[in-house]
């Protein structure tokens, strides 16, 4: 399967460029301490000063901020964060809830199903407002790395009952085939038909629901960046023109968006909001491009269709009316806000 994805366009070139941003961040930071290059205040031939906002015709390849910093460093620098932060949150939240989903889904049965229901109210509820108002309050109370710890729980847990229900579903779907059905009746062992039977069909699912949650917790940093949530907290620092600007302690995006956000209605410096969007805009079309291709490899490959150790793949030629692998569901129109 992995060597599939590999030769596949889509999937590489969205894997790519994530995995390349993330560790172009880290090697500049272990080579250049993060230095971010400042535009030091300029002079006419009169000696007026000249503002150093600079745009990015003036100064390419993203221009300058209103504190003389080039963007493009302060993006490098940010993206180890930004991704970063959002692999550690979709990871926790894929771990748990593929536990306690299949697990639960496997063991507890109907009264499992009555709890997941749970999570259909929590549909309804948008996670960004849940998140701000739990982390409104605490961040004016706690140090850095007590914030970050706190933020991570935070946008873990508010995704929880519904990545549960989601992958519960799934496990539930899998239960009701007539395959499984007959190896129950043969004896198998509720262990043994998970791992036998229901982990090779649900593992292509679990790929695309990890990448979806992926561009669903970018999506919610950027909504609490707006919000002025800042990962690991705000600081406020003097711009040229006198004025005290929010400054995110992590650097990350979603704070670039929050203190400039301002800056796309309120004044003439437009990319100052529009570089760090353009940014999140982006990565999360690769993360979807990467989506695609896990689409293609899995729904035309019936490479995971079991079959007997000794016995040969089935030549497709041969058999035109063999059935490909289809997913039990798609998820390509469901929402579920996290």
């Known amino acids: 399967m992995i060597k599939l994805l590999l030769r596949n366009p889509k999937f590489m070139t969205g894997f790519l460029f994530v995995f390349g941003l993330f560790a172009a961040s880290v090697l500049y930071a272990i080579l250049f301490n993060d230095h971010i290059p400042v535009i030091p205040l300029q002079y006419t031939d009169s000696g007026k000063p000249v503002k150093p906002v600079f745009s990015p015709f003036e100064h390419p390849p993203f221009g300058t901020n209103t504190l003389g910093r080039d963007l493009f460093f302060v993006i490098l620098v940010g993206a180890k964060y930004t991704l970063g932060i959002a692999f550690i949150v979709t990871a926790g939240r894929f771990l748990i809830s593929t536990m306690i989903g299949i697990l639960g889904e496997t063991y507890l049965s109907g009264g499992f199903q009555r709890f997941s229901r749970i999570g259909d109210a929590f ?18 109370h706690l140090g850095f790395s007590e914030k970050v710890f706190v933020e991570l729980i935070v946008l873990i847990l508010v995704a929880l009952p519904v990545g549960t229900q989601l992958i519960a579903d799934e496990t539930r779907l899998l239960y009701k085939k007539a395959f499984i059905e007959g190896a129950k009746t043969i ?12 982990r090779p069909f649900l593992i292509p ?38 004025q005290g600007i929010p400054v995110t302690l992590s650097g990350e995006w979603a704070g670039l968006i929050g203190k400039s956000f301002n800056s796309i209605i309120l004044t003439s410096f437009q990319w100052i909001g529009l570089v760090p969007i353009f940014c999140f805009t982006v990565t999360i079309l690769a993360v979807r491009l990467s989506i695609e291709g896990m689409k293609e490899v899995f729904q035309t490959e019936p490479h995971n269709l079991p079959h007997k150790p000794n016995q040969k793949p089935v030549d497709k030629k041969k ?14 129109n469901a929402y579920y806000d996290s």
């Open 319 to 332: 058999s035109p009316g063999e059935e490909k692998f289809t997913f039990v569901r798609d998820h390509s």
């Open 187 to 198: 004896g198998g062992s509720k262990w043994h038909i998970l791992n036998k039977h229901i």
């Open 123 to 140: 549909r309804y509820l948008p996670a960004t407002l849940i998140s701000y108002f739990i982390l409104k309050d605490l961040f004016e």
């Open 205 to 242: 699912q679990l790929f695309i629901i990890f990448a979806r949650e992926l561009t669903q917790v970018l999506l919610l940093l950027a909504h609490l960046g707006i919000l002025t949530i800042f990962i690991g907290g705000v600081e406020w620092k003097m711009s040229w023109f006198g």
